[in-house]
Each structure stands twice: as C-alpha cells, then as structure tokens.
C-alpha cells in the first residue's frame, strides 16, 4: 500500500508532536505534576497523537488489519479531552493566583465539576471506538455520539470559567495573565474541532469522515487547530515563572464569628466567677464544722446558678 495524503497527516502528527512531547514533559517537571498546572494533560495528548498516527502508519504494510485502525481512533479520540482538561488546568491555575494576591477565589469544586464532563466523554468515546468494528462508519455510535455532547458541554463549561476568571482579571498575579490569553486563543480552535466531528457524527456529511473523507478538510479542521493549541498553550506557558501552590482554607462566617466571640465571652465570665468564689473560700475562717457548713452552702448555690 502506498503512503497517500492521509498517511502525510499522520507524519506531519509524529514530526510535530515528538519534540513537543518533550517539551510538555519539561512543563509538568518545571511547574509541578499538579492537577491545577495542566501541563501534563500535554503530555497525554501528545503520546496519544504519536501512537494513533503511528498506527495509521502501520496500515500502509497491514491495510487490512482492523484493529489498527480501532487503535487510531481510540487515540483520536482522546485527544479533544486532555486539551478541554488543559485549558481547565490552566484557569484553575489564574484561580490559583487569585487566591494568592486577594484570597477571593472561585470555588475549586467548579473546575472539577466541568473536568467531570470531559472525562466522562472520553471514558464513553473509548468504549464506543473499542465496541464498534466497521471503519466504513469511522467507529460512529451511539456512545461515541454521546461523548461528543459531553465534550460540548465540557466546552461550555471551560467558557463560562474563562469568563468568571476573565472578569476578575484584576486580582490575578502579574505575568499570569497569559493563561488567559492561551485559553481564550485554544477555545475557539477546540471548537472548530467539535464541529467537524458533529457534523460526519449527526449530520453524515461524507466529506467529514476522518477515514474516507476529504483529507483537506480533515487537515483545516481537525489537525491545525490541535497543533495551534498545543503550541500557543506551551509556547505561552514558557514565559510563566514557577508559583507556589495556593492553599486553599474556609473563611468563618460573620455568624460563625460572632458565636464564637459570644462563646469565647461566655467561658472568660464563668472562669472569672470560679476564680472569685475560689478566692472567697481560700479567706475563710473557722473550725472544719464551719468550713463544712459553708461549702455545703456554696455547693447549693452553684447548682441555683
């Protein structure tokens, strides 16, 4: 079999993703293997494209060999989850910083709820892939299809965070505002990605199909804008110095506070009041009956109070 256009796609993939794999590599070591970083969601993606287009590659000797092609798309689609949890990343490292100058950040809990959305989208694309035999249909099914809903919502989900973090732009660290600038450069890419997907998956446009289809939309729509991504995100994340992870702790609430000074006054009054009545008992005089008598007294008025 001889390497056709499709099979250019796949080697402009390894040439590209080989040096920036590590680079990304580099990234997780230099700024820490932290979730809130995102740098190794890069390396994910990374590896992912060098062995789906290496199994491409391989079916120039083995064509007929299916479950290549099942492996080509297993990684293909991974790919779109490790860029929406990259841009994730990238945010909840801007909430970092806000936390660090002003600590009034979002609630972390936001970026794990939409990262949930991405990984359960892939889990689904990967079963999908994995169940689905016929290459005629590029593994489109049912579970596919609804892993490509996930991954929008995924996608709504980190622009609704880039416009939180972005309205509160002032309160972010200097130099750290570039993690908006790659965010908000990556998601209109990622978009244009998910529409060439939706369009073959539900719209059973021909020309969209990453296997049969036409190979220059294919390049225009899907490959560029994932190398545009990777490259922005890490040639932007080159000029970032190394941050301290933020610490994230509860703030009391006001009532929370007031019932605590309200306590605190409450023990300091009792305290003084057993010093006192320790005091009157230590100046007393009198033989042991008198002493007894006046601490059976004492005893009855303690439990009046």
Not at 3 to 25: C, K, M, N, Q, W
Request: glycine share 8%; proline share 3%; charged share 15%.
């Amino acid at each position: 079999m001889a390497i056709d256009y499709r099979h250019g796609i796949s080697i402009l993939e390894v040439i590209v993703y080989s040096p920036t794999l590590f680079l990304a590599l580099w990234m997780a070591f230099h700024h820490g293997f932290k979730r809130s970083s995102g740098w190794y969601f890069f390396v994910v993606f990374c590896l992912a494209r060098i062995v789906g287009s290496a199994c491409y590659l391989a079916t120039i000797q083995y064509p007929s060999n299916v479950n290549l092609y099942i492996a080509w798309a297993v990684c293909t689609s991974i790919g779109l989850s490790p860029l929406i949890l990259a841009c994730i990343g990238l945010l909840s490292r801007a909430n970092d910083s806000i936390m660090r100058k002003t600590a009034n950040p979002l609630p972390p809990i936001i970026f794990r709820l939409v990262g949930l959305f991405a990984l359960v989208a892939v889990i689904l694309s990967i079963v999908g892939a994995t169940e689905n035999s016929d290459i005629t249909h590029a593994l489109i099914n049912i579970k596919t299809k609804i892993g490509l809903i996930l991954y929008l919502v995924a996608w709504i989900g980190v622009c609704g965070l880039f416009l939180l973090v972005l309205n509160r732009s002032q309160s972010i660290e200097d130099g750290e505002h570039r993690l908006l600038l790659a965010v908000g450069v990556s998601l209109p890419l990622i978009l244009v990605r998910l529409i060439y997907s939706f369009i073959y998956a539900f719209g059973h446009k021909s020309q969209f199909n990453s296997l049969s289809g036409s190979v220059t939309i294919q390049l225009v729509m899907s490959v560029l804008e994932e190398i545009l991504v990777v490259l922005v995100c890490l040639g932007i994340g080159l000029t970032l110095q190394v941050r301290p992870a933020a610490e994230y702790t509860q703030q009391p609430s006001v009532s929370s506070r007031g019932e605590d000074s309200v306590e605190l006054e409450s023990g300091r009054l009792q305290g003084q009041r057993r010093a006192k009545r320790r005091d009157q008992k230590q100046k007393r005089r009198g033989g042991p009956i008198t002493r007894l008598i006046m601490f059976v007294v004492d005893e009855v008025n303690d439990r009046k109070r």
